[in-house]
């Protein structure tokens, strides 16, 4: 089989980690900027930056319709920081005319942690929905918790039925916040984990990717049938 080929989001944020981590993990790794090529990618990441900006220029190119549509169709999309505020389908302090993505059942707040001075990093223990990649991160082979890098992030402040979630803030004033999600093929850390040699996050998307794509190759070598007498 070939490579997933896996986008990233690049009309405003930080591509070129993202880019570089998928790589490292034998993904065919791609920039997505027009709409035809959102119709191209096996997944997608949605990087970290501002939201809004994000939100205008999603709008602007118009990527919003086949994107909002391909998650719905069930692409695998892995959101972290602003990513995670696309994907949300609630934000609590949005600006009136701010539109995400929606897919998952969240309820965000931007900025949750406060502004870029009080940015911070801690290790967090993680709920890893594939236990094959809880224990490496590929190249590195780092074991243990997950180093999070937060950088005026977002936080969960509520998370619906369907939402299994990953990770909680473990110690300081905001400990007990969710920080990490995944709800079906979507997943979403308020962190950075493209700023580090970390790459087990990256390689879990990218077997969600990989799982979803052996799915889809499932049901068309497989067509239902119909009976005849």
């Not at 707040?109 to 990649?133: H, I, T």
Request: proline share 6%.
């Amino acid at each position: 089989m070939t490579l997933p080929r896996i986008g990233v989001l690049a009309v405003q944020g930080d591509v070129r980690e993202h880019l570089a981590a998928l790589t490292a993990l034998g993904a065919e790794a791609v920039t997505v900027r027009r709409p035809d090529e959102v119709e191209q990618v096996d997944g997608l990441v949605i990087p970290g930056g501002e939201s809004t900006v994000m939100d205008k220029l999603v709008r602007a190119f118009d990527l919003r319709e086949p994107l909002v549509r391909r998650i719905a169709e069930g692409l695998p999309v892995y959101g972290s920081c602003a990513g995670m505020i696309m994907l949300a389908d609630r934000i609590a302090d949005g600006r009136p005319d701010q539109q995400t993505l929606g897919g998952l059942d969240i309820t965000v707040r931007r900025n949750a942690f406060g502004r870029q001075v009080d940015s911070f990093e801690q290790d967090l223990d993680y709920a890893w929905s594939d236990p094959a990649v809880s224990g490496t991160t590929g190249p590195t082979g780092r074991t243990g918790p997950v180093h999070a890098v937060f950088i005026r992030a977002p936080w969960v402040e509520q998370a619906g039925p369907a939402v299994q979630v990953l990770a909680r803030v473990g110690e300081g004033p905001a400990a007990g916040k969710i920080v990490a999600v995944r709800q079906g093929n979507l997943m979403a850390t308020s962190f950075h984990p493209e700023v580090g040699a970390d790459r087990r996050i990256h390689a879990e998307f990218v077997s969600i990717v990989r799982e979803h794509r052996l799915q889809q190759s499932g049901a068309r070598q497989s067509p239902e049938r119909e009976d005849t007498a």
